[in-house]
């Protein structure tokens, strides 16, 4: 008989996720995610202007800032048949791309890392072999013995207070994490410098945005104009500026996160076979237009699907077509007017809130009911997974050059075959 064990909340995203996973003979053989929380985001907009609505939908998280105003700004400008002005959505894309570099830093050092780096075992670590290792990866400067004997004793010193905070639920010591004493000292003094580093990223979003989290939009464009003559606006000074944030953006990623990243992997390389999805269905709408965004062509991101992991061939995607996309509640805290068996396209979608889920406290979820306030989309009924390895995917199977080498790059460096991106490793 399978073994129910709970994680509630999974701490490795930004929200209330709860995962019920049933074990059998030390095998996960079923598991069910749940949204504990109502975001209700739908609810709160309603009756409000449009041309508003981007600043609601906007907090639904504070990591993940950004991506949600501009698709509520893109909605009302697809309705309204409005093309931006050029500058717009070049401004636009740098405070994507801006946040797109914060976010998956910020994810893999202080959120996912932790899976693989144990922290404990940085007290065990020669400073000097560490400083040969990072100085055989990279060029990054912070690099002596000295540096990393000052990040050694500071881990002591917040250990021995016996303080932990954050970590003290860690799964320090467990057999499955195999990095050497000195590759977890690597890492945990890139997590330090990655929280600093952040600190700066984010002045893109201000300088263009007024803010961070959060940045300021506008329907038709964007709410921080060019004025080269107005000292204190968006003048040559503060776009120069921009252009050096992000350069410095660049020489992290490139000399601290993606060395850091291979290095890690290098260890788990065994996770390339792990964590298969079965369907390896990806969906990416694409991003980033170069001419503007009703004309998908101009995308430095490219659009498409890949169906059963089968890379030679990208599928088009629709946005005009409300067929493809369907949202089902058969297993959510929801009704449809017409039938919970009905799916819904997003543009014509309910949220009748209609919570039947056991009373707090309990210990597991009746999953052949309704179990979570999530809705399940679908892509011509097929379940998809988006995000970064989507977009990545995308990018290298259509044949695009900055995806191919990057991704070709990364196998190359573990020697790891192109299925081993359908997985966690991936």
Known sequence: MANRIVIDPITRIEGHLRVEAEIKDGKV????????????MEKIVQGRDPRDVWAFVQRTCGVCTTVHAIASIRAVENALDIVIPPNAEIARNIVTIAHAMQDHVV??????ALDWV???QVLNADPKATSELAQSISKWPNSSPGYFADVKARIKKFIDSGQLGIFAKGYWGHKAMKLPAEVNLLAVAHYLEALEWQKEIVKVHTILGGKNPHPHFLVGGMGSAINLDDAGGLNMERLAYVGQLLKDAHTFIN???VPDLLAIASFYKDWGAIGDSKFNNYLSYGDLPTDNYQNPASFKWPQGVILNGDISKVHPVDLENTNEIQEFVNKSWYNYTEGKDKGLHPWEGETNINYTGPKPPYEHLDTDKEYSFLKTPRWKGK??????????LIGYASGIPEFKNVVDGALKALDVPVTALFSTLG
Do not use: K, W
């Open 255 to 257: 000399e601290v996160y």
């Open 118 to 120: 144990d922290v404990t």
């Open 107 to 112: 994810h893999f050092y202080h959120l996912h």
């Open 29 to 40: 053989v079923n598991a069910y995610t749940s949204s504990t929380m109502i975001r209700g």
């Open 383 to 392: 379940p998809m997974e988006v995000g970064p390895l989507s977009r990545m």
